[in-house]
């Protein structure tokens, strides 16, 4: 079973900084690309980050969180993570790890495993 569990999400004043974790089971980062989702209040999900599975791990964000967000992996440990500096009120969203791909230039799921209970981030003004 294909299985994503986030954590490391809070509440965090506009400019600073937290770090998210996902550990998968069930799907290892040989099957695919590995990315971060999140979703606002109100909003449809949408793809942030998304690494590729191998070679050099090169990386895709999208244009809001383009240069203070990184995405990295631990492949021995099956885990992917989200650093994300100079956090903005817009960012307010649970956040999901899950396989993605991109398509048109947008970060979208894989049809591999259901999304986990994510993680929320609460960026204040």
């Known amino acids: 079973e294909v299985q994503f569990v986030e954590s490391g999400g809070g509440l965090v004043q506009a400019g600073g900084s937290l770090r998210l974790s996902c550990v998968v089971s069930?799907?290892?980062?040989?099957?695919?690309?590995i990315g971060w989702f999140r979703q606002a209040p109100g909003k449809d999900r949408e793809g942030a980050s998304c690494?590729?599975?191998?070679?050099?791990?090169?990386?895709y964000n999208t244009d809001s969180v383009k240069d203070r967000f990184t995405i990295f992996r631990n492949s021995p440990k099956n885990e992917v993570y989200l650093q994300m500096n100079n956090l903005k009120p817009e960012d307010t969203a649970v956040y999901y790890c899950?396989?993605?791909?991109?398509?048109?230039?947008?970060?979208?799921?894989?049809?591999?495993?259901?999304w986990g209970r994510g993680t929320q981030v609460t960026v204040s003004s």
């Open positions: 899950a396989p993605c791909t991109i398509v048109a230039g947008k970060i979208v799921k894989l049809d591999f495993g259901s």
């Open positions: 690494i590729a599975s191998s070679g050099d791990g090169s990386t």
């Open positions: 069930g799907y290892t980062f040989d099957d695919g690309d």
